[in-house]
């Protein structure tokens, strides 16, 4: 009996070992994950408020950015800088307590209820935007006549209508917007389609950035067609007599009337050059202009290529919990998309400064003395004795 008692302790002791240490690690690991989870966003969060608050100041202080472009990409950028400076440090705090809210329900309410909102306020205005850039290219005339700063003051709170429209009904369902102890954040809860309307509420959201590329694909295939000018065709002066006249005509045909080589009455000599005269007050889209337009829309489409890539994955995640019964993400995969989603607040400012000359210059003014790059001055053609 002895014996078999010892024999038993024998046995327990190793389990209980095997046991402490998957403990320990589990514990250890959990504990790299959250320092690694920490830092990301603490970058985020800083990339995101530097770079968002560095292109608004550039664009409220420098008088050649105020149109409409700029006035879009103002609102995207102050409302990355609202939802990183009020959204992004409740998660901070939720992973630091252990992936756990430690607030009000109604707090968290409130917390999901502005994640939901800039998430949708990006959408719509992304969406906007390409409907802009597509006047711009394809209807010039009435672009430049209508998009005034009124105009997109109009199309900012419409915007800002919309996504409060699309935000604010399931603060009112109990058990919509509750904190996802997976996300680390209050967020929308996606559940199976026939348990709440989540279903309509990610479709309009899917249904919205595809409309966006869609204007794109348009704007595109129309720079294709239009990508060969035609040239300018000569309207031939009309000659009765050796006078000359009609749009093609230039005075001329006085001197001939006055020098007495033509007969009859004095034909109207300046009809072509009224005409041209009125030809130059159109408001046409010239080569400097559209080639401005077209940069602005390459910046603009990055930025909703980026959008879409980041967010994709999330929304791919959602649809997974809609249409699948008691499904089960895999937990990396769940923190992986996230995180891609919360990087999406800090990416626009890196493409604008990457692909928009105007605001790389305002920048490159506001920079000391010592960290601006020298312009490469071409070599003397002749060497001096």
């Known amino acids: 009996m002895a014996n078999g008692s010892e024999s ?11 046991t402490a240490a998957g403990m320990l690690a589990d514990s250890s690991s959990s504990t790299v994950s959250t320092y690694i ?46 939802r990183s400076a009020i959204c992004f440090p409740f998660v901070l705090v939720s992973i630091k307590n252990g992936s756990a809210w430690t607030y009000s329900v109604l707090s968290c309410k409130v ?42 003051v109009a199309v900012v709170c419409m915007v800002w209508t919309l996504s409060v429209a699309m935000a604010f009904p399931p603060v009112f369902d109990v058990g919509t917007y509750k904190f996802i102890r997976e996300e680390d954040q209050c967020i929308f809860e996606h559940r199976y389609f026939k348990a709440n309307d989540t279903l309509g509420f990610m479709l309009m959201l899917a249904v919205l950035v595809l409309a966006t ?42 001197a001939n009337w006055i020098a007495g080589f033509g007969r009859g009455p004095m034909p109207p000599t300046l009809l072509g050059i009224r005409q041209n005269l009125h030809n130059q007050n159109r408001c046409l889209l010239g080569m400097e202009e559209f080639k401005a337009e077209k940069q602005l829309g390459r910046m603009f489409y990055v930025i909703t290529l980026l ?17 699948v019964k008691a499904c089960t993400i895999p937990h990396r995969y769940l923190s992986t998309t996230v995180w891609m989603s919360f990087a999406q607040a800090g990416v626009n400012p890196i493409v604008c400064f990457f692909l928009n000359k105007d ?18 001055l071409p070599p003397e053609p002749y060497c001096v004795m």
């Not at 038993?8 to 070992?17: F, I, K, N, R």
């Not at 605001?359 to 490469?376: D, E, F, N, V, Y």
């Open 111 to 152: 917390v999901a209820f502005m994640a939901v909102l800039f998430c949708f306020h990006a959408a719509f205005m992304l969406f906007c935007i390409s409907v802009t850039r597509y006047m711009a290219i394809a209807h010039y005339r009435f672009y430049s006549k209508r998009m005034t700063f009124w105009t997109c």
């Open 213 to 254: 590329h869609v204007v794109y694909m348009k704007l595109l295939l129309f720079e294709y067609k239009h990508r060969k000018m035609k040239p300018v065709q000569l309207v031939p002066a009309i000659s009765q007599n050796w006078t000359f006249h009609g749009p093609g005509a230039t005075g001329q045909a006085a």
């Open 359 to 376: 605001l790389k210059k305002g920048l490159l003014s506001h920079l000391p003395a010592c960290c601006r790059t020298k312009p490469h």
């Open 307 to 323: 959008f879409l890539l980041l967010w994709s994955p999330y929304i791919v995640a959602c649809y997974w919990r809609v249409f």
């Open 8 to 18: 038993g302790e024998v046995l327990v002791e190793p389990m209980a070992a095997a």
């Open 37 to 82: 989870k920490l830092v990301l966003l603490g970058l985020i969060i800083f990339i995101s408020l530097t770079g968002n608050l560095m292109v608004s100041l550039l664009v409220l202080r420098n008088r050649m950015l105020h149109k409409a472009p700029y006035y879009f990409l103002l609102d995207l950028c102050l409302a990355d800088t609202v």
